[in-house]
């Protein structure tokens, strides 16, 4: 028998995948009813539409007016490729990584572009060093990463005056946490993280210093047509004023549109925010009291409100072998999945064993809640089958 009983309380929506994720609160395909569908993406009704939905995100989100917002192919990996392929090469470059998602940068700028650049890998749960940085270079890092559930704690590490550019992933921080503009000139999100949307296309955010860039400079390397930002030395004002790369899906963007409304009847990025950090704010009260778990992020600091990431602190599992944690973790996402209690919350893949509980502003805090008592409970269950094995 668990030395937990049973929990009689479970989430009412048991959604804690981070991404594509849980989808806003009321939501059901009736709102996509209005969805510009049969029509040219170059129509004006749809044109209408990509336009209302980049107004609202630079509304909510609260960019500077002088900053270019626009939907690009390939959701956010697509918009992080645009801006690599076509900006890096000018000035020295530097990358931080500390998850799957930035070593993915790593990869692309060193073996792709071949470009003789500085890394900066700290292991998962931890962050290179920023203080080290050197800002005369073009900087690449994940705002929050997504796989460690480690985020920088705030802007101040960047410099005002650099020379270099700053090109932000913050998909899994846009819409969840407060991002410093004057210190970012290039950021991407896609719709399915915060937002809870549809997955297939990102979005690009360019300040006046990335676009001076792109004017101003052009690799020595060929660049795929859907990763053009500039036509004739020029920006391409056109992915920015609704004329798109490429087809984009017309659902997927009347998603956005209805997100971003219920974002802004909340209270805009405020309550989105509040959302977000109640929800960590339980698994922090919780952690404090259950003997089994920790956050993999070790500074709290740097603890993400978005992909909260677990680890198991239990010295019965810290001392298994690592084929056996990853067996007890897969068989603690199963048993969850198993109840109903949390669906696709196994910890990414190259993370250490765990579990990730996507806790974004779409997700009820209660539910998070909810859920906390059932992991201590599985975990046991899980636990005392091991220890009779053995």
């Not at 500077?64 to 890096?88: K, N």
């Not at 932000?168 to 921080?173: G, N």
């Not at 603690?332 to 509980?357: M, Q």
Request: proline share 7%; glycine share 8%; charged share 20%.
């Amino acid at each position: 028998m668990s030395t937990y009983a049973k929990p009689a309380n479970r989430p009412v929506m048991p959604y804690f995948s981070s991404g594509p994720t849980k989808k806003r609160p009321g939501w059901s395909p009736a709102a996509l009813e209005d969805a510009c569908t049969g029509r040219s993406h170059r129509s004006a009704p749809a044109k209408n539409k990509i336009q209302t939905a980049m107004t609202l995100a630079r509304k909510i989100l609260g960019l500077p007016d002088d900053y270019r917002i626009g939907i690009v192919p390939g959701s956010d990996t697509g918009a992080v490729e645009m801006a690599m392929w076509s900006m890096l090469g000018a000035r020295g470059v530097e990358l931080l990584a500390w998850e799957s998602f930035g070593k993915d940068w790593v990869t692309d700028a060193v073996s792709q572009l071949k470009i003789d650049s500085v890394t900066r890998v700290a292991p998962y749960g931890q962050l290179p060093d920023l203080n080290a940085v050197d800002f005369n270079n073009d900087v690449i890092f994940t705002w929050n990463g997504t796989a460690a559930g480690v985020k920088v704690p705030n802007g101040d590490w960047i410099p005002d005056d650099r020379a270099g550019l700053t090109i932000a992933d913050s998909t899994s921080a846009c819409f969840a946490m407060d991002l410093p503009w004057q210190k970012l000139d290039v950021v991407t999100f896609s719709f399915q993280k915060s937002l809870g949307g549809e997955g297939g296309h990102g979005v690009l955010i360019l300040s006046p210093r990335a676009v001076e860039r792109l004017e101003s400079y052009t690799p020595s390397w060929p660049i795929p047509k859907l990763f053009r930002l500039t036509s004739k030395g020029k920006l391409n004002e056109g992915i920015f004023d609704a004329a798109t790369i490429n087809t984009p899906s017309m659902l997927v963007v009347e998603d956005a549109i209805d997100a971003l409304n219920w974002a802004k009847s909340i209270g805009g990025l405020p309550a989105l925010i509040t959302r977000s950090n109640a929800s960590l704010n339980a698994v922090k009260s919780w952690v404090a009291k259950t003997p089994y778990f920790g956050f993999l992020a070790q500074d709290p600091a740097t603890i993400s409100n978005t992909s909260i990431t677990l680890s198991i602190t239990d010295p019965w599992f810290v001392a298994l072998d690592d084929a056996a944690k990853k067996t007890v973790a897969s068989q603690l996402e199963k048993t969850l999945a198993k109840e109903g209690v949390a669906l696709d919350a196994a910890s990414y893949r190259d993370a250490p064993p765990g579990l990730r509980i996507w806790a974004g502003p779409t997700v009820e805090p209660s539910d998070v809640e909810a859920l906390l008592p059932w992991l201590d409970w599985a975990y046991t269950e899980i636990r005392q089958t091991g220890s009779a094995a053995a």
